[in-house]
């Protein structure tokens, strides 16, 4: 159980345009889902928290005009990188935890964002 | 705030060598403590967790003990194998609004050879 899925798992686009990023609970209810972005070799930085129905929590730094996140549902959460940049080349994971779950949250497998 | 302090790697060992991976954490209050794994182009997986002092967190032969006197989550296995090769992260779980959030440290690589 507690499975939590990406998609895609790999995008390649052109510079300026927008890319969306799901992720799904596939066998629980995620009542909060945070997005991570992670640099080469280096550690996970939470870009924003979201909790389903509200307004997403951004991090110091975290453009969020940019880095658009709906949690419209109990069981997906958006990403949108609008106007992409090739800086904005990262490995972007998503994790998601329950209510009833305690702390822990449930990770997925990633998506590789490649802005040309 | 909060961090973890992990060793630098990367880590390189033969086959059934022993493994220690480091970890400290500073923290207010009573966090719980993880260790992650994230093998090549994938997410990361929880590989144990302890949540009080002198838990002790085991999974798949590694370990690793809540040491709150010494504010350390050190990460252990008594044999690596080659499919061991990964990144493992410690991490540590503080409350930020009603929900948890994680803090985590900046990542070990692990190389095991033949």
């Known amino acids: 159980g507690a499975v939590v899925s990406q998609h895609p798992s790999r995008v390649i686009c052109k510079s300026g345009t927008s890319v969306k990023i799901e992720c799904r609970s596939l066998d629980f209810q995620a009542t909060t889902m945070f997005w991570y972005r992670q640099f080469p070799k280096q550690s996970l930085m939470l870009m924003a928290t979201?909790?389903?129905?509200?307004?997403?929590?951004?991090e110091q730094g975290v453009e969020k005009d940019k880095f658009l996140i709906n949690h419209a549902s109990l069981t997906l959460s958006t990403l949108t990188v609008t106007s992409a940049h090739p800086e904005d080349s990262s490995f972007y994971i998503c994790?998601?935890?329950?209510?009833?779950?305690?702390?822990?949250?449930?990770f997925g497998p990633g998506t590789r964002l490649t802005v040309l | 705030g909060d961090s973890v302090t992990q060793m630098e790697g990367p880590v390189t060992l033969s086959e059934e060598a022993f493994l220690t991976i480091n970890c400290t954490y500073t923290a207010t209050g009573y966090p719980s403590l993880f260790w992650y794994v994230q093998y090549p182009g994938e997410g990361l997986q929880l590989l144990l967790k302890a949540t009080k002092a002198d838990d002790k967190g085991s999974n798949k032969g590694f370990e690793a003990t809540y040491r709150k006197e010494t504010t350390s989550f050190h990460l252990e296995k008594g044999s690596v194998q080659v499919s061991d090769s990964a990144v493992y992260f410690c991490?540590?779980?503080?409350?930020?609004?009603?929900?948890?959030?994680?803090?985590f440290g900046k990542g070990t690589m692990l190389l095991v050879s033949p």
């Open positions: 979201s909790n389903e129905g509200s307004k997403a929590t951004y």
């Open positions: 991490a540590l779980s503080g409350s930020n609004s009603g929900y948890s959030t994680l803090t």
């Open positions: 994790s998601a935890s329950m209510a009833s779950g305690g702390n822990e949250q449930f």
